[in-house]
């Protein structure tokens, strides 16, 4: 029973699980109904922007933030954000004022690089070298159990509703809810010194710098050719869930359909993290080569789906009358495989990237600072995607631009995999001598 300690990683990594599960998992519950359960799809689109624009000022700085005063304080103080946010489409149901959701979805700009830059540090620095796929892949099933549970929701109160395309009030205050209980869950995290690996050794963390030296650090990920190379899957990372959640979920099936996909999209991330996650730490495989191999499989499974979307897209545009189409209808089952896909290769591509920057030091600090710059670009990216869908971008460009950013970012991140090394154990001692 000693995997189930209190101070193991395994425990604290659960315990980062659940607290995205309330938090972030809720919201993306709420996000993939499509236009945050509103009718008019421009509100959370612009909400979205704010955030993203917010996220990636924001994700720059969390890391100095993470390591200066821990994972723990960094997850409560983000995830309480996900409650106003909340809280904003309740008010716009009733007001019809855009100012509170954008305002809202600014300040969870801020607090998203919180809580998302603690939890990678806490998920890829915890584990051992040969359990990080395994880590990963478990937050990621933790995790995405909230946007499975959080679409219950919608559906239990919408299922006999007007499916006029916006969700009732209960839906939101029952989100506010469990993105309280979300952030109070923080509090049960142990900070990084007290969390002991089984066989007695601690986690890496390094002593926090100066102020000065800790900006500095950050600013030198602009010079480190391994983020400068990832940067394209960081951008395309969550560029497409302008597309998934707004165009194809929203801007196709009426809000009964769009709350049962959802719940399916979220669940195919589940499966998806697992396996990644499972492979990634095969035994009789070399790191880089399972990296290699890992990076094929994403490939061939993603630009099938896209081609897939394609034929799709193709049946309908933004200037169409929306079909509102209902899970009861023929030609339904097919259109829900589609959407289960893009849900899997969500979890596997955010699974890898995780990886990646896993597997190329084991130092908390380190990892902090390199979650920040991949949540930065990566909600960079997703403001500009937000945006392009908020100014009504044909349907069509905008997969587009998806396929394209998707299938850029491959060969930029075969060049990382392709140097990473077997073990970090002696670059990481090294460093942390000189430090002491």
Known sequence: MTMLRYSSPLVQVIIVGFVCLLTSGMFNALTGIGGGGQLDTRVAANANVALYTCFAVGGLFAGA???????????????????IYSGSLLYYTHHQRQEFPVTAGAILGFGAALLWTGQGAIMLSYPTEDNKGKYIGLFWIIFNLGGVLGSLIPIALNWNGSNSGTVNDGT???????????????????????????????????????????????????????????IPMFIASNWFYAYHFNVVNAGYFNIRTR????LWYWAAQIVGAMGLGKFLDTPSLKRKN????????????????????????LTFTRNDEKKNLDLFDSGYAGKLILYLLYGFNDAMYQCYAYWIMGSLTNDSSILARYTGFYKAIQSAGAAISWRIDA??????????????????????????????????????????????
């Not at 709350?259 to 959802?262: A, D, G, H, M, T």
């Open 65 to 83: 933030i993470v390591n200066k005063f821990g994972p723990s304080f960094s997850l409560i103080i983000g995830g309480s954000t996900y409650v």
């Open 172 to 230: 939101y205050i029952a989100f506010m809810v469990l993105m309280g209980l979300g952030a109070l869950l923080s509090f049960a995290l142990l900070s990084p010194q007290k969390v002991i690996h089984d066989d007695g050794k601690p986690v890496v963390v390094q002593k926090f710098p100066k102020w000065k030296n800790e900006i500095i650090g950050i600013f030198k990920l602009f010079l480190d050719w391994h983020m400068i190379a990832l």
């Open 259 to 262: 709350s049962f996909n959802n």
């Open 290 to 313: 399972r990296g290699i191999i890992g990076l094929i499989i994403l490939f061939v499974i993603i630009m099938g789906t896209w081609i897939g979307g394609l034929f799709f897209q």
């Open 391 to 436: 100014v009504n971008t044909p349907y069509l460009t905008e997969l587009l631009i998806c396929w394209a950013l998707l299938a850029i970012s491959f060969p930029c991140s075969f060049i990382v995999i392709s140097k990473i090394k077997e073990t970090n154990y002696d670059t990481d001692n090294a460093e942390k001598t000189e430090t002491v």
